[in-house]
């Protein structure tokens, strides 16, 4: 749905981008640290406005490489 703007279960293009609006201790985030204000990766959804259906993404590459180091990955 991020890039191709189109839902894959139902094909409607009604989709809203729930950014993070920089939200701390609450919203859908990946923690890389104990200490939550220095290591909150936020995780932006994609919602379909006609069937419910959801997809959750890391946008920034330095944020994908943050969540490679610390929970491991290739």
């Known amino acids: 749905?991020?890039?191709?703007?189109?839902c894959p279960k139902c094909a409607s293009h009604n989709i809203v981008r729930i950014p993070?609006?920089?939200?701390?201790?609450?919203g859908n985030n990946i923690y890389t640290t104990t200490?939550?204000?220095?290591?909150?990766?936020?995780?932006?959804r994609y919602v379909c406005c006609d069937c419910g259906y959801v997809e959750?993404?890391?946008?920034?590459?330095w944020e994908l490489e943050?969540?490679?180091k610390t929970f491991g990955g290739k």
């Open 35 to 44: 200490m939550t204000l220095l290591g909150k990766i936020p995780v932006i």
């Open 20 to 26: 993070d609006n920089f939200r701390y201790a609450s």
């Open 56 to 61: 959750n993404w890391v946008e920034q590459p």
């Open 66 to 68: 943050k969540l490679r």
């Open 1 to 6: 749905m991020k890039e191709t703007h189109k």
